[in-house]
């Protein structure tokens, strides 16, 4: 594998989805600042700061750290529009060579930064990073494992399991993300849909045990749905073979009964039989409704071809690359 052509000067461009962040959004920027000491001196860097709308003091305190720190640019929407939005607002600003997408909660390591780099140097469009293990509750842990075997038995794109938003993205990468102009995102699906060449790097994640997770059950349990409508369309599919399945069961039941009534006679009809397979087979109905519901609904924001954010003020970086 060919190595990057290196450049006099290389760009990396870190873009950071932020929303309530004020209690460690400057202790992050020192440990990065710090971090970024070991670097080459070669390297030059923007940071955009997405801000998604937070409500408390988080924009207030990134026009601080940015007065002392002019590779900030900070993009603020006029409300909060989603994680998936800001990352999206991220790649359109970004400018570098690669770009890093990463929290900025202190949980994804920034000592891995520079591996990343090392390996998209090496001819890598795509670095990703992997969880070896999850230290969440024994629900939320289970259910997303339910999750990735889900998806992957339902999905022809790749989703790889325990893999978060911290990633490096070549720069034709980035180019190929930005011409996928849907509405309804599920990044996870999209970084692995585009293809290039990938590598992964394994740590360990820490626990903020300060921080409150924004990310509830219901939450998760929507993006969730987003990923698996988005990338398959075996559950509308599965429905005609049920739907041939109890047709089928059906026409079995139908010649039974026309035989018994031939050898025995007219029986007394059952209610409860019959009660039961209308409940039956109107519960089948409304499922069905209700797949293709979440299907349609999709469509039909698609189609409105409304924004996927505002921006409310956007603060340049000092430093033009």
Request: glycine share 6%; aromatic share 14%; net charge positive.
């Amino acid at each position: 594998m060919e190595s990057k052509n290196e450049k006099e000067m290389t760009t990396i461009s870190f873009i950071f989805p932020v929303y309530n962040e004020e209690k460690g959004i400057v202790l992050f920027f020192k440990e990065l600042s710090k971090e970024l000491t070991n670097f080459p001196k070669n390297f030059s860097y923007q940071f955009i700061c997405v801000d998604d709308g937070s409500s408390d003091d988080t924009f207030s305190l990134l026009k601080t750290i940015k007065k002392s720190n002019s590779n900030i640019e900070i993009i603020r929407f006029s409300r909060n529009f989603g994680k998936e939005m800001a990352i999206k607002a991220g790649f359109d600003y970004a400018k570098g060579d690669a770009v890093i997408l990463m929290d900025c909660d202190l949980e994804d390591p920034i000592g891995l930064v520079l591996p990343m780099i090392n390996k998209w140097q090496e001819g890598y469009d795509v670095v990703y990073t992997t969880r070896s293990s999850r230290n969440d509750t024994f629900v939320k842990r289970n259910t997303a494992l339910a999750f990735y075997k889900v998806i992957k038995f339902l999905s022809k794109t790749p989703i790889f399991e325990n893999s978060g938003d911290f990633r490096l993205f070549d720069k034709r990468v980035v180019n190929a993300l930005l011409r996928l102009p849907e509405r309804t995102r599920f990044s996870k699906g999209l970084f692995n849909w585009v293809g290039f060449r990938s590598t992964s790097i394994s740590y360990e994640r820490k626990v903020n045990k300060g921080r409150k997770t924004k990310w509830n059950y219901s939450k998760l349990w929507e993006y969730s749905l987003d990923g698996i409508i988005s990338f398959s369309t075996i559950p509308v599919r599965i429905w005609t073979y049920i739907g041939f399945f109890c047709s089928f069961i059906s026409l079995l039941y139908g010649g039974f009964i026309f035989f018994r009534v031939l050898t025995r006679g007219i029986d007394v009809p059952g209610y409860a039989s019959l009660l039961i397979v209308m409940l039956f087979c109107n519960g089948l109905l409304l499922i069905n409704l209700g797949v293709l519901g979440e299907y349609i609904s999709r469509i039909f924001i698609e189609v409105k071809h409304r924004p996927l954010y505002i921006v409310d003020e956007h603060l340049k970086q000092e430093k033009e690359l």
